[in-house]
């Protein structure tokens, strides 16, 4: 994590890293997709009124508009890099899978980006480590700001942020491809289960969303 105080050097060498991973992405997909945000949005604290009946599996194509509990989500690319830091150091024997990503919260309250992280289906193929890197059980993946190399906790409403969703994977790894998804998720106003928290978004344990994405190498 990135600490008050890290160096110039430091921070000069992730905006190197980040801008090789965003080399290709187009100026608009940079800017965010904050114009997404009018779509879907109905209940007055960032929840939706009714939720979407998935029946099949929609097709997850890069550049695409998708909505995602809270957020709307468009996944660019996947990259596999050696190294992130000052944000991610792998291990010995390690490489971090990069999923980029523009993140919007069109709702009028902020939105916690654990939500997105935990509704990620694991790329299993990539052969991700049993523990992500921020040490979160389950593989789920390590949220970080593009621009700045921050860990984001959430995320305001009206805003939207370049979010790479990564993962440590065996560096012997060199995959073309892998699948992106994610599961569909429903706003629960009142939780009538035990010990369970009102107003909030739940999995559904679905795959609502999936596609298969090239993987670049970067270096």
């Given at each position: 994590?990135?600490?008050?105080?890290?160096?110039?050097?430091?921070?000069?060498?992730?905006?190197?890293?980040?801008?090789?991973?965003?080399?290709?992405?187009?100026?608009?997909?940079?800017?965010?997709?904050?114009?997404?945000?009018?779509?879907?949005?109905?209940?007055?604290?960032?929840?939706?009124?009714?939720?979407?009946?998935?029946?099949?599996?929609?097709?997850?194509?890069?550049?695409?508009?998708?909505?995602?509990?809270?957020?709307?989500?468009?996944?660019?690319?996947?990259?596999?890099?050696?190294?992130?830091?000052?944000?991610?150091?792998?291990?010995?024997?390690?490489?971090?899978?990069?999923?980029?990503?523009?993140?919007?919260n069109p709702g009028d309250s902020p939105a916690e980006l654990t939500v997105l992280s935990?509704?990620?289906?694991?790329?299993?193929?990539?052969?991700?480590?049993?523990?992500?890197?921020?040490?979160?059980?389950?593989?789920?993946?390590?949220?970080?700001?593009?621009?700045?190399?921050?860990?984001?906790?959430?995320?305001?409403?009206?805003?939207?942020?370049?979010?790479?969703?990564?993962?440590?994977?065996?560096?012997?790894?060199?995959?073309?491809?892998?699948?992106?998804?994610?599961?569909?998720?429903?706003?629960?106003?009142?939780?009538?289960?035990?010990?369970?928290?009102?107003?909030?978004?739940?999995?559904?344990?679905?795959?609502?969303?999936?596609?298969?994405?090239?993987?670049?190498?970067?270096?």
């Amino acid at each position: 994590m990135r600490r008050v105080g890290d160096t110039t050097s430091r921070a000069r060498a992730f905006a190197g890293r980040a801008t090789t991973i965003a080399k290709g992405t187009s100026a608009t997909q940079r800017l965010g997709i904050v114009a997404a945000g009018a779509l879907a949005v109905t209940a007055p604290l960032g929840g939706f009124e009714k939720v979407v009946d998935v029946t099949t599996v929609r097709p997850l194509e890069p550049g695409h508009h998708i909505t995602v509990g809270p957020f709307e989500v468009v996944v660019h690319k996947v990259v596999r890099i050696p190294s992130l830091e000052p944000a991610i150091r792998p291990v010995d024997g390690m490489q971090v899978l990069v999923v980029s990503t523009t993140v919007s919260n069109p709702g009028d309250s902020p939105a916690e980006l654990t939500v997105l992280s935990n509704a990620m289906r694991v790329p299993e193929a990539a052969g991700v480590a049993p523990e992500s890197p921020s040490g979160a059980s389950g593989g789920r993946p390590k949220v970080i700001d593009l621009d700045d190399s921050t860990l984001p906790s959430e995320l305001n409403p009206g805003l939207a942020e370049n979010v790479l969703m990564t993962w440590m994977v065996p560096a012997a790894w060199d995959g073309t491809t892998v699948k992106v998804g994610f599961e569909e998720l429903t706003w629960v106003e009142e939780d009538t289960t035990v010990h369970l928290s009102d107003r909030r978004w739940r999995d559904l344990d679905e795959l609502a969303w999936s596609g298969d994405f090239p993987v670049e190498v970067r270096s």
